[in-house]
């Protein structure tokens, strides 16, 4: 983080300003864990009233990288003070115009969240009305996850904050090489493929980790190991079926 020369009028501003934030609302919907999380927009009407009550605002800073996004986040104060925080950087999960576009919402409202420590309204994702089921029953490509779901979406969200810990290749491949982790990440493919694979914007457990792979350098080594991770559902799967067929 930067700031400027001075921060005696920001940095109490900004602390009142932190008092009277609300939570972002989870009002909108993932349409492949059928969970409600905060977009942009409800991240934004959270912090305004307070921002401008303290004359404070939030600009935001958008760069293109090789294959990657970056958004930074900066406050100022109507006395010109401001505070700079380092860019979020999301890499492209297609490299056209919607790809973009989905990267950039993301890191803008990651990167507004971390700012100034929004957090939204908490939600079980609707797993105790459902069961667990985060897949569509009528799509015959989704396929309904086990009981018990919501304590595995826990535990991946701890595995994701320690992919984005890693600060080079070499720690992130300890990492998912430890023997906890692997046995870990062939249940969810297994049992949880939905939270496996994840929707388009890769927020699945093997999207994440195969972002900050891409980050880190080693996409390759990431992606021969998410392959050999799958290899193991369809071995499970075939002595599933070959199982069923001598009975």
């Known amino acids: 983080m930067q700031t400027s020369a001075s921060i005696d009028k920001i940095a109490p501003a900004l602390v009142k ?18 969970s409600k999380y905060a977009d942009l927009g409800s991240v934004w009407a959270a912090v305004k009233p307070a921002l401008t009550k303290h ?21 100022i104060h109507s006395s010109g003070q401001w505070l700079a925080f380092d860019p ?5 999960s297609k490299r056209d115009a919607q790809g973009v576009g989905s ?14 420590g929004v957090v939204a309204d908490e939600d079980d994702d609707g797993n105790a009305a459902s069961n667990g089921n985060g897949a569509d029953a009528h799509d015959p490509t989704k396929v309904k996850n086990p009981p018990g779901r919501s304590a595995i979406a826990s535990e991946i969200r701890e595995h994701v904050r320690e992919f984005h810990a890693c600060t080079d290749g070499d720690t992130l ?22 939270d496996w694979m994840g929707p388009e914007d ?3 457990l093997s999207g994440v980790l195969a972002q900050v ?27 599933v079926q070959h199982m069923q067929a001598a009975q």
């Open 17 to 34: 300003a932190q008092a009277e934030l609300k939570h972002a609302l989870k009002d909108s919907t993932n349409p492949h864990f059928k």
């Open 55 to 75: 004359e404070l605002a939030a600009l935001q800073d958008c760069g293109a990288l090789d294959g990657a996004v970056s958004v930074g986040t900066r406050l």
């Open 88 to 92: 979020v950087i999301i890499p492209l």
């Open 103 to 116: 990267a950039l919402t993301y890191a803008r409202r990651y990167s507004l969240s971390a700012a100034l």
């Open 173 to 194: 491949l300890a990492y998912i090489n430890s023997p906890a982790f692997k046995k870990f990440a062939v249940r969810v493919c297994c049992d949880y493929p939905n």
């Open 202 to 204: 890769n927020s699945g």
């Open 213 to 239: 792979g891409e980050q880190l350098g080693i996409a390759d080594d990431v992606d021969n190991y998410i392959s050999k991770v799958e290899a193991k559902r369809r071995e499970k799967q075939q002595a």
